[in-house]
């Protein structure tokens, strides 16, 4: 059983910068993509960014374009997202998921393995 577990989350006040990252056990494969949602309090989980299996390509929401780098060490079975000039709305529970296959989706459904998730706070 494949297992995804997040850290690096916590608070930090607008403008700032967190790196999230995301460590892989169990039966992973490197084939696969890998990304990351998110989910603010009351809100569904929205598509933050999508890594292809070699990191060859990547994704990105609307909403963090330009802001957050998502990045992957398959040597080291972890993925990252570098988080900068961070925002309120920014802050949200962050899960590591891991795709059916190599190739990049947005929609949740696309990835079945799913991590417990982390909280990033981000104060104005």
């Known amino acids: 059983q494949a297992q995804l577990v997040e850290s690096g989350g916590g608070q930090v006040q607008a403008g700032g910068s967190r790196r999230l990252s995301c460590v892989a056990s169990?039966?992973?494969?490197?084939?696969?993509?890998m990304g990351w949602f998110r989910q603010a309090p009351g809100k569904e989980r929205e598509f933050v960014a999508a890594?292809?299996?070699?990191?060859?390509?990547?994704v990105y929401s609307d909403s963090v374009k330009g802001r957050f780098t998502i990045s992957r060490d398959n040597d080291k079975s972890t993925m990252y997202l570098q988080m900068d000039s961070l925002k309120p709305e920014d802050t949200a529970v962050y899960f590591c998921?891991?795709?059916?296959?190599?190739?990049?989706?947005?929609?949740?459904?696309?990835?079945?393995?799913w991590g417990q998730g982390t909280q990033v706070t981000v104060s104005s």
């Open positions: 890594i292809s299996w070699n990191g060859a390509d990547t």
């Open positions: 169990g039966r992973i494969s490197v084939y696969y993509s």
């Open positions: 998921v891991r795709g059916y296959s190599g190739k990049l989706y947005r929609g949740a459904g696309s990835y079945p393995v």
